[in-house]
C-alpha cells in the first residue's frame, strides 16, 4: 500500500440493498425556518426537498437488518458462507458491545463468522468496503456483508437550522464476495487536523457527560445546540470539499489509469448539493455522471454512497463506478469496480 493506495484482487460487490424509514418531513414545510423563503433558501443551497426520519423508537440497525436479510435472500446466499460482517455507523445500538455483533444473532450468522464495528461517518463506506474487501482476498473468506448507516436525525439537535433540515436517516446492506479475476481500488486520505471541524463535543471520554453538557447552546447564527450534538465549521468544511475532494479523485483516476469519461457513475457521499456540484463542474463531469439521493433522502452519512447505488437500480448492471466519501476526521475515501449484470439493488421502506 503507497500514498494510501490498496489494489484489491478477486473480489467484486454483488449487490446492494437500502432501507429508508416511512415518515417523510418536507423542508419547504419545516417550522424550524421563520419563513418560507428561508425554508426556500436553504432547499436551493442544500439540494435537500424532503429526507426520511426514524420514530418510535426504530434505530439505523433496524434498518440495516431489513437490508441485509432481503439481500441475503435475493442473492440465495446461504448464511453459514458469510465469514465476516461489518457495521459502519456513528449511531449504535449500544456503546457496548457493538452493533454488528447483535445483527450477527439476529440475522442468524455463524458464530465463526468475524463482526465487528467501524465508528465513521462520511467515508465509512469506503473505508468499510476496503477493509472487507482486503479480508476476502487474504483471509480465504469466500462471502461478507457491510452494513452501513446512521440516525443522524436523532444526533442532530432539532433546534440546529444549519444540520436538522440537512440530516436523513437511512440503512444499507452490500454484499462483497470472493470471485477470480474481479477486482476493487481503494484511495484513502486522513488528515486529523481538522477533527474538530465536525465533532460531538462531550460524551466520550475526552469530555466526558456531565450535567452542562445537556445545556442548550445558541451561536452567532441563531442555531441552538447541546455537546451532545453534533458541531461543524462549515466554512472549513465547504473548503475541504471543493479544494482536497477533487484532487484526490484526481490523484486516484490516475492511478487506476481511467479517464473520466471512463465512468458511468461516480457516487459522491451526499453532503451537500451546491459543494457537489462545485466538485462536478472541477473534475469536468457529466450531469449524467452523477447522481444524487440527497435531493428526497437528506444527508444520510454513511449510507449516501450505497443509497445512491440503490436509487440507480438495474441501471447500475455492467457499469464502471467509481465512489468517493468525505467528510468527518478530516477523511477521504476513492474507490473504483465495475457492476456485473447479475447485480441486485433494491431500495425498501421500513415496515417494522
Same mark, same amino acid.
Given at each position: ?36 423563503? $428561508? ?8 439540494? *435537500? $426537498?424532503?429526507?426520511?426520519?426514524? $420514530? ?19 442473492? $440465495? ?67 461478507? /456483508? ?14 440546529? %437550522? ?14 462483497? =464476495? ?38 442548550? /447552546? ?40 481511467? =479517464? ?35 435531493? %428526497? ?9 450505497? /443509497? ?7 441501471? *447500475? ?36
Amino acid at each position: 500500500m503507497t500514498e494510501g493506495i490498496l489494489n484489491i484482487s478477486n473480489v467484486q460487490i454483488s449487490g446492494s440493498v437500502s432501507c429508508v424509514p416511512k415518515t417523510k418531513i418536507s423542508n419547504l414545510e419545516n417550522t424550524l425556518f421563520n419563513s418560507p423563503e $428561508e425554508a426556500l433558501k436553504f432547499v436551493e443551497m442544500t439540494g *435537500v $426537498e424532503e429526507k426520511r426520519h426514524l $420514530e418510535n423508537g426504530v434505530l439505523v440497525s433496524d434498518l440495516c437488518y431489513e437490508a441485509a436479510a432481503l439481500l441475503i435472500k435475493k442473492l $440465495e446466499w446461504e448464511k453459514d458462507e458469510i465469514g465476516v460482517l461489518i457495521m459502519v455507523t456513528q449511531t449504535p445500538d449500544y456503546l457496548i458491545p457493538n452493533t454488528a455483533i447483535i445483527l450477527q444473532d439476529r440475522l442468524g450468522l455463524s458464530k465463526n463468522s468475524a463482526c465487528f464495528d467501524i465508528p465513521l461517518g462520511c467515508s465509512g463506506f469506503v473505508y468499510g468496503a476496503s477493509v472487507i474487501s482486503s479480508m476476502l482476498t487474504s483471509q480465504g473468506l469466500k462471502k461478507g /456483508l457491510l452494513l452501513v448507516g446512521d440516525s443522524s436525525s436523532l444526533l442532530a439537535s432539532a433546534e440546529d %437550522k444549519a444540520l436538522s433540515p440537512l440530516f436523513g436517516d437511512a440503512g444499507c446492506a452490500t454484499a462483497f =464476495e470472493f470471485n477470480e479475476g474481479k477486482n476493487i481500488n481503494f484511495k484513502l486520505w486522513t488528515d486529523g487536523a481538522g477533527f474538530k471541524s465536525i465533532i460531538v463535543p462531550d460524551g466520550g471520554y475526552r469530555n466526558r457527560f456531565s450535567a452542562e453538557s445537556l445545556c442548550l /447552546l445558541e451561536d452567532k447564527d441563531g442555531n441552538k445546540r447541546t455537546n451532545l450534538n453534533p458541531k461543524m465549521n462549515g466554512t472549513d468544511v465547504f473548503s475541504f470539499g471543493i479544494t482536497q475532494v477533487p484532487r484526490e479523485i484526481k490523484l486516484f483516476l490516475q492511478h487506476i489509469n481511467k =479517464e473520466v469519461s471512463d465512468i458511468d457513475y461516480f457516487l459522491f457521499h451526499q453532503a451537500n448539493r451546491f459543494m457537489l456540484e462545485m466538485i462536478r463542474k472541477k473534475l469536468k463531469l457529466e450531469s449524467s455522471q452523477v447522481p444524487y439521493s440527497i435531493i %428526497k433522502y437528506g444527508n444520510t452519512s454513511s449510507a449516501s454512497i450505497p /443509497l445512491t447505488l440503490s436509487i440507480l437500480g438495474d441501471d *447500475v448492471r455492467n457499469k464502471k463506478i467509481a465512489m468517493c466519501g468525505f467528510g468527518v476526521g478530516l477523511s477521504i475515501g476513492c474507490g473504483y469496480f465495475e457492476i456485473g449484470d447479475d447485480f441486485v439493488s433494491e431500495l425498501i421502506e421500513y415496515e417494522g
